[in-house]
């Protein structure tokens, strides 16, 4: 708690009458009055323009079935959006109105809601509140008052980078299932992310944890240190255009749904001051924008779902909604997915790219500050870093980026587009402190298949194909790609801007099904997830490299993850 104001005053109410004075009710005989109500306004972050404040009210009076809260202030202080309550303005006065899914109040009960503001000179707490027209208690001045320097128990500012200094979080239900595998105890106690891949999976689906389960589980292996908590925010209308086995459940046109059923209840989840002190990594919704880029116009590579989004707008409005409204947390990290080296590595998507990651960044409310950093290579299979060879390699005459592999890319591996991509991401407007993550959960490519050393150099392919550690029939295959392994451990800022490598996707979750499976959670049978199939304009039509008998994508998968633990990348001891 940074600074507050608990309410003190008005415990005893004098009403000054021609005959005396009369006192108000004491039910407990302690001297002291029933009060109908405390405020306790507590100022979490505070920087040279702005703040963000946290309130919660007890109701010590009747039972209500909607609330309203209202407070003045006495300096230019602008409230500039909200979450948990509706907030509006007049001049000084302030208003903070229940939403439909906080109204009950109950005698003795509490509920809390948050807000950012504006300000400039002073920065002072209300002095007064009223819920319903009552005034409530208010603070006397005493410590936590308006000159009180911030508590350093309390929330603090966000940090460079969360994953340094803390733990991640280790999900139960994936460690479970990893550890049920023969030699799976040797990763089980790994951190993976958590999906939330459809509305149902906020509150739990199918006997699984819901987000709640997952903080307060997050809050237990906290201790008494900082932990990481990861979440990938998964639900756009028209989600995945390109490819079927990630379609969603929201259609094309259900922006509104998307807010209201999906957003805003994550945000309230978040949001809850029972959770301020762990650091939350979102996720926010791959294979999105970049499809906009490669997958729409006269491309060969267009699939006209594709073009649908990108004309009605959703994935851009989508994506600056939940930046906006997850950003406004205190202690939420967002991560805006940025594909990966072998989808926008080549000159004609690398820049416009990183300029409608800026068009959604910027939309629906949001603004560059509510992006922390962009994270690339999620649920994919890009080798982190190609050691046998260079882009600047000649064989024969030939570069490398003439090589079939390489396809004049300008990039060879994660960590080298990761590292040129959030320059480029500066350079588009972006804040010169972003960090990049870089998911390595499946990209180790180990076991006998990888190579000691460049190929031979009789062609530039030979020497190319020989040496890389990516065994894909081609860098645009993604659907369980036969030969995979589980990549670098989890780790804190393991190279010059990136803020960690993490394993996002977890290991042993199928990517989609390899035949169709009739399901309730709109996932389509993708041709990329079937070991026959031979190919499209995307892939450069080679084959799929999937592995058979694939169940639903987020299903787990124990032929692929057995796969992974034998062909990781440092091995597993």
Known sequence: MSRTRTALLAAMALVAGATGTAFAVDPDGTGVAAVPCTVDYKIQNQWSTGF????????????????????????????????????????????????????????????????????????????TFTLDGVTCNVDDGGPGGPTDPPDPGGPSTRVNNPYEGAKVYVNPEWSANAAAEPGGSRVANQPTGVWLDR?????????????????????????????????????????????????????ADEIGRYKTEYIDPIKAILADPKYASLRIVTTVEIDSLPNLVTNTGSRPTAVPQCDVMKANGNYVKGVGYALNKLGDVPNVYNYVDAGHHGWIGWDDNFGPTATIMKEAATAEGATVNDVHGFITNTANYSALKENNFTINDTVAGKSVRESKWVDWNRYLDELSYAQAFRNQLVSAGFGSNIGMLIDTSRNGWGGTARPTGPGATTSIDTYVDGGRYDRRFNAGNWCNQSGAGLGERPKAAPAAGIDAYVWMKPPGESDGASKLIPNDEGKGFDRMCDPTYTGNPRNNNNMSGALPDAPLSGKWFSAQFRQLMQNAYPPLS
């Open 199 to 251: 509305i149902a999976a906020i509150n739990g689906a199918g006997g699984k944890m819901g987000l709640r389960d997952h903080l307060d589980e997050a809050l237990r292996q906290k201790g008494s240190g900082e932990l990481v908590v990861q979440f990938v925010i998964y639900n756009l209308p028209g989600r995945d255009c390109s490819a079927l086995a990630s379609n969603g459940e929201l259609k």
């Open 52 to 127: 963000t404040a946290a309130v919660t009210i007890t109701n010590n009076s009747a039972a209500k079935s909607s609330w309203s809260l209202k407070w003045s202030y006495a300096g230019d202080q602008k409230v500039t959006s909200g979450w948990n309550a509706k907030l509006s303005q007049s001049g000084a006065a302030v208003t903070a109105a229940n939403e439909t899914y906080n109204a009950q109040l109950a005698t003795g009960a509490s509920v809390s809601f948050g807000f950012q503001g504006s300000y400039s000179g002073s920065n002072a707490v209300p002095a």
